[in-house]
């Protein structure tokens, strides 16, 4: 099974407003990624969080980190239709950090 | 700057055959990966290089093959292709050690019928 969980699925919002997907993770990590994948394309990394931050803020994006609860959170905020794509979490675990493991992606749709 | 470059693009396959998919890099990394794509599962691993000469075991390994050619170059291949088998490819490469930012092929689209 996958390490990584994210959540929801799948989100439409309208250009503008902010949106919030959710990481989960079942064992202890290295740090955590967000990575951005736009249609028929390779994947893009965002922004990595080590497992002793707690926030992390790169342009629109904020990320968070709860080791306590193994969760992360990716907000983009003011949202544009370039935007527009799949976000996949990847956990780096402590006992193998040479791997990355990926969640299944939130799927972001902007409406403009 | 190329960064990983991934081929073919595509490709159509019957069940039974074989084929290699290829991958370089140029940004000098330690570490490459051969990741699969299947709707609604993610991306998963099928095999790891962390440095020249050494492959191991990800996630997903059975039937398929990988050889690191030199620190560039890391190939995946298909013995004897199944539909099971029918996925995305994407081939990926990093630097070695704690927090690996990882680079992305625009990846390989494998059909077998």
């Known amino acids: 099974s996958q390490q990584g969980e994210e959540d929801p699925q799948a989100l439409s919002i309208q250009e503008g407003e902010n949106a919030t997907m959710n990481c989960s993770y079942k064992?202890?990590?290295?740090?955590l990624q967000w990575y951005r994948q736009n249609s028929g394309r390779g994947l893009v990394h965002l922004i990595l969080i080590r497992s002793n931050e707690r926030e992390k803020h790169s342009g629109r994006l904020r990320v968070t980190l709860d080791t306590s609860k193994k969760s992360s959170s990716l907000l983009i905020t003011a949202s544009r239709a370039a935007d527009t794509a799949s976000y996949f979490c990847?956990?780096?675990?402590?006992?193998?950090?040479?791997?990355?493991?990926f969640g299944a992606g939130t799927t972001v749709t902007v409406r403009a | 700057n190329a960064g990983v470059t991934q081929t073919p693009k595509f490709q159509v396959l019957k069940t039974g055959q074989s084929m290699t998919l290829q991958c370089a890099q140029d940004?000098?990394?330690?570490?490459m990966y051969w990741y699969r794509q299947d709707p609604g599962m993610g991306l998963r691993l099928i095999y790891y290089s962390a440095s020249e000469g050494t492959t191991d075991k990800g996630e997903v390994p059975n039937g398929y093959n990988v050889s690191r050619l030199n620190k560039r170059e890391f190939s995946l291949r298909l013995e004897s292709a199944a539909p099971s088998q029918t996925s995305v490819y994407f081939c990926a490469s990093g630097v070695t050690g704690r927090g690996n930012t990882i680079y992305f092929g625009e990846g390989s689209w494998l059909t077998v019928v």
């Open positions: 940004m000098n990394h330690n570490s």
């Open positions: 064992t202890s990590i290295n740090n």
């Open positions: 990847a956990t780096a675990l402590i006992i193998d950090d040479y791997k990355l493991s």
